[in-house]
Each structure stands twice: as C-alpha cells, then as structure tokens.
Nanobody, 115 residues
C-alpha cells in the first residue's frame, strides 16, 4: 500500500509560480516512475510530467520549459515546480505511482491561475 498526499496548491496570478509536493507514506526507492497528472473541469485527466528513479524526466508539451519535476528519495517526496503559470494550467493536480501493477493516487490539490 502507498498513500500519497499532495500539497502546495492555491490561487496565483498569471505569470506566477507554485511548488507542489507529493509525500508518500513509505519508501519510494522501489517505485520507478512517479507522475503528476491534472484534471480541469469537464476535461479528461492528463499527464503533466513524470520522473524515473534515476531522474529521467518527461513533460507534456504544454508545460515544457515552465514546469520542473523532481524527487527526493530520502524524503519520500516528489515535487512539481510550476513557473510562468497560465490560466489554462488551472486544474486539480494529482500525484500517481504504480507499484506491483497497482495504481495509487493522491487526493489532489487545486491550482487556480487568474488572468
């Protein structure tokens, strides 16, 4: 079992920054890929960024150059640094991992970007 808790969301003006955190209940050393997803109202959940256990990253085209994903295995925590935020980044952001073919999701944190 893995429990994930996101934090760091909030309301920010366009052009601003936020840093999301995802704290895992146990060690994330055995978890290869960790992801951030987001879901806007009326839209499907979409992959934002992912990071492997050795630090290889992948980003959605819409956030490349603005968002940075990272992980601290010693703290069992993953981060998403979001800069130059746009109104279209408004969504609930979820962290996700898969362990032994089971998907685990956090409860989500709301990010709202005003124009």
């Amino acid at each position: 079992q893995v429990q994930l808790v996101e934090s760091g969301g909030g309301l920010v003006q366009a052009g601003g920054s936020l840093r999301l955190s995802c704290a895992a209940s146990g060690s994330i050393l055995s978890i290869n890929v960790m992801d951030w997803y987001r879901q806007a109202p009326g839209q499907q959940r979409e992959l934002v960024a992912q990071i492997s256990s050795v630090g290889i990253t992948n980003y959605a085209d819409s956030v490349k150059g603005r968002f940075t994903i990272s992980r601290d295995n010693a703290k069992n925590t993953m981060y998403l640094q979001m800069n130059s935020l746009k109104p279209e980044d408004t969504a609930v952001y979820y962290c996700h991992v898969q362990r032994a073919y089971v998907d685990y999701w956090g409860q989500g944190t709301q990010v709202t970007v005003s124009s």
